[in-house]
């Protein structure tokens, strides 16, 4: 009985992790990519600039948000510790009314 508990409990799980990564469009994966390759070039990013890759992307204002939660894993996979990582993410969050202004 164990096992069916175990086995059902791993099935979902497995379900879950997959449907997460389908429902990850490419364009915004691809804009949090190249927001996460900027604040490693240049930390000291003005969020204009960040706004910017929004804009190229062609993200929704409505969609700012859960892209730039993207953001912070990509800056942990290029190498920046976590306290870092959460200072360069106010930049981030700075961007997204000004992705709203044209």
């Known amino acids: ?19 997460s990564k389908q429902n990850t469009a490419p364009e915004e994966r691809a804009c949090a990519i190249d927001i996460g390759n900027l604040l490693k070039a240049h930390p000291e990013a003005q969020p204009q600039a960040i706004a910017d890759v929004f804009k190229q992307h062609g993200i929704d204002p409505s969609r700012c948000q859960q892209v730039g939660a993207m953001v912070m894993p990509q800056l942990r996979k290029q190498g920046l ?22």
Request: net charge positive; no cysteine; charged share 20%.
């Open 1 to 19: 009985m164990k096992f069916l508990i175990i086995a059902v409990f791993a099935a979902i799980a497995a379900f879950l992790i997959w449907r």
């Open 81 to 102: 510790k976590p306290e870092d990582a959460r200072i360069v993410m106010g930049q981030v969050r700075a961007a997204y009314p000004l992705v709203r202004e044209t």
